[in-house]
């Protein structure tokens, strides 16, 4: 990518506006709109600004520990409704059920998983398909 091709990625990221980015970046002002649709169809500048507003987009969205931070934090009654009172034990509770829930998923994801891994194992060593549940 040359420079005004960077110019025009930092513009496009500030402004959401290709035509606007493409000015701005010194590309002909009659030309903008066009030249703007081509520089976002550029496989190099289009990666280029994903690859820039990944972190912000990273920094939107709630990742798992955030997840159970929140509702370890609403189960322990650290978390104020909008009036600043305290979570009710209904809302606590429904926050522990949630957790609970999460844990269950992923203690039964890893036993499939595990159950996958030796069924998998035992068809290599034996030679036959496995179906259903293996026993340990």
């Known amino acids: 990518m040359n420079q005004r091709q960077?110019?025009?990625?930092e513009y496009y990221i500030q402004t959401q506006n290709a035509a606007e980015a493409a000015r701005r970046a010194g590309?002909?002002?009659k030309g903008a709109n066009v030249k703007g649709?081509?520089?976002?169809?550029n496989a190099s500048i289009s990666a280029y600004i994903a690859a820039r507003l990944k972190p912000k987009e990273e920094k939107l969205i709630a990742d798992s520990?955030?997840?159970?931070?929140?509702?370890t934090d609403?189960?322990?009654?650290?978390?104020?409704d909008q009036?600043?009172?305290?979570a009710s034990l209904s809302d606590r509770m429904?926050?522990?059920?949630?957790?609970?829930?999460?844990?269950?998923?992923g203690r039964s994801r890893n036993t499939d998983e595990i159950d996958e891994s030796?069924?998998?194992a035992l068809e290599a060593a034996a030679g036959v398909k496995v179906n259903g549940d293996v026993p340990i």
């Open 6 to 9: 960077i110019a025009f990625a």
């Open 27 to 29: 590309y002909s002002k």
């Open 37 to 41: 649709s081509q520089l976002l169809a």
């Open 65 to 71: 520990n955030e997840i159970m931070q929140f509702f």
């Open 74 to 80: 609403a189960m322990r009654g650290k978390i104020k």
């Open 83 to 86: 009036f600043g009172l305290d």
């Open 94 to 105: 429904t926050a522990a059920n949630s957790l609970q829930k999460i844990h269950d998923a």
């Open 118 to 120: 030796l069924a998998r």
